[in-house]
Each structure stands twice: as structure tokens, then as C-alpha cells.
């Protein structure tokens, strides 16, 4: 199953791609890809994931223009998170999981989608977000009908626990935007942390947030240690609020658990 979820995550992420060009500039996600440069039709076998690139040698078969690095490493990286998902989450014979892993594939493709975009761009795309949003919402509210991890408790329910990780998320988030006039972080991560809530629940939202700010930290530290960066210079956040969210996904309940045999 880690090859097929592996193979699926190719071919989503070449998708997503498309998703994060053509959303930028506006245009509809129908039609076949073309080369931003000269904007020829790409052919089938130049379109296959990662394969077409390295045989290309990143470059348009038709005008020779050079193909970013980045469209090959969100295929890999869409693939290998599916694949880790599909692995964790999917049990062929047990239909009580074909709709958590259907949750977590769906919404990591979001993540992604918004990871890649605030890095190009420095803002989160809100059509993929609150799409987003209302797809977590629906899936809570589906989980816990499906009663497959529902006990009966507020605690053990998809929807009170997400809606409670994204309401502690957003207001942290929306103080720290607000007070610092969007200087440490940006409104658009204060909605973020709401999808990421609505994902992770509570209290994995704290794990979640905890990577976030870790990874972030050790990312600008080496950036100003080789100078490409400054202590005021901005550093989109997003792309390490989802690492900490998919780490959270995948080995959330190992960690928690890991850290409390220490209490």
C-alpha cells in the first residue's frame, strides 16, 4: 500500500503545482499544463512526475527554458506524505479507516498547496484555506457520526475537540498579529492555525504549534548563521506551521505520550 499511496502522491502533487501557478495568476484550473514561457501545450510523457524533469533536464523541450527545482520537490514531497499517511492511517480490510486517511490525504494536499504559495508569494491562498476549513468541518461532524473513535465524551468528539484546538489556535495567534501590528506574524497565519485546529484537535494542536515555532526558530537561526538573512527579515511562517501539522498528524499521539512518561 506504501507504493500505491506513494504513486498517488506523484501524481496529486504534479496537480498541485498547477494549483499553485494558476491560482496566482488568476486563471482556471481547467485546460492542459503549458510552459509559463512560451506557453506550448506540455505533452503526456513530458508531464509524467519527477521522471519527465530529470530526462528534460529541467528544461521546456520547446523553448529550452529552465523548469523551476521546486515543481519535481512538491511531487516528491506530496508522495512521500501520502505514502507516510496512507502507511499510518489506511487498513484495506477495515472501512472505519477509509475515511480518516481520506481526511488527512485531502488536507495535507491543502497544507501543501498553502506551504509552497506562502513561500513563493508571502500569502495564504483563502480560497484553499476556508475550502479547507469547511472540508474539516464536514469530515469532523462525519467521524464522529461514523462513531469510530467517539466514546460518548466531549473529549473523544472530532468536532469539540478541532473547534476548541482552533478557537485556544486563533486567538494566541490573533493577539500575537495584533499586538505586534503583524510584525511577528501575519492575520493570514492567525486563519491558518484555524484549518490546523480543525486537523490536529486538542491537544495535538499544542504539539503542533510547539514544532512550528522549533523548526521555524532552527531555519532562521542557520539563515542568519550563513547570512542569507537578518534578525528583522521576513520569513514566511506557513511552510513550518504545516511541517509541525503533518509531523502532528503522523506521530502526534507517540510524542505526547513519549513526553508524559516524564511527569
Known amino acids: 500500500m506504501f507504493i500505491i499511496f506513494l504513486i498517488l502522491g506523484l501524481i496529486i502533487g504534479s496537480f498541485l503545482n498547477v494549483v499553485v501557478y494558476r491560482i496566482n495568476l488568476a486563471e482556471t484550473l481547467l485546460g492542459r499544463s503549458h510552459c509559463p514561457k512560451c506557453q506550448k501545450t506540455i505533452r503526456w510523457y513530458d508531464n509524467v512526475p519527477v521522471l519527465s524533469f530529470v530526462l528534460l533536464k529541467f528544461r521546456c523541450r520547446d523553448c529550452g527554458e529552465k523548469i523551476s527545482w521546486l515543481y519535481p520537490a512538491v511531487e516528491l514531497l506530496t508522495g512521500i506524505v501520502f505514502a507516510m499517511l496512507g502507511a499510518k492511517f489506511f487498513v484495506l480490510t477495515d472501512s472505519s479507516t ?131 538573512k537578518k534578525l528583522k527579515s521576513q520569513v514566511p511562517f506557513a511552510p513550518f506551521l504545516v511541517a509541525g501539522t503533518i509531523i502532528a498528524m503522523l506521530y502526534g499521539t507517540a510524542i505526547i505520550a513519549w513526553y508524559l512518561k516524564f511527569f
Do not use: R
Request: charged share 10%.
Open 98 to 228: 477509509w475515511l480518516i486517511t481520506g481526511y488527512y490525504l485531502v488536507t495535507a494536499a491543502a497544507l501543501i498547496v498553502i506551504l509552497v504559495y506562502d513561500f513563493l508569494y508571502l500569502e495564504i491562498p483563502g480560497i484553499v484555506l476556508w475550502l479547507g476549513v469547511g472540508f474539516a468541518v464536514f469530515c469532523n461532524l462525519a467521524l464522529d457520526g461514523q462513531g469510530a473513535h467517539f466514546t460518548g465524551s466531549l473529549s473523544s468528539s472530532a468536532t469539540y475537540s478541532g473547534t476548541l484546538a482552533a478557537m485556544v489556535a486563533f486567538i494566541f495567534f490573533f493577539l500575537l498579529s495584533f499586538l505586534s501590528k503583524e510584525k511577528l506574524l501575519g492575520m493570514g497565519d492567525a486563519y491558518l492555525v484555524i484549518f490546523l485546529g480543525l486537523i490536529l484537535g486538542w491537544p495535538k494542536i499544542l504539539l503542533g504549534l510547539f514544532l512550528a515555532f522549533a523548526i521555524g526558530a532552527i531555519y532562521g537561526i542557520i539563515l542568519i548563521a550563513l547570512k542569507k
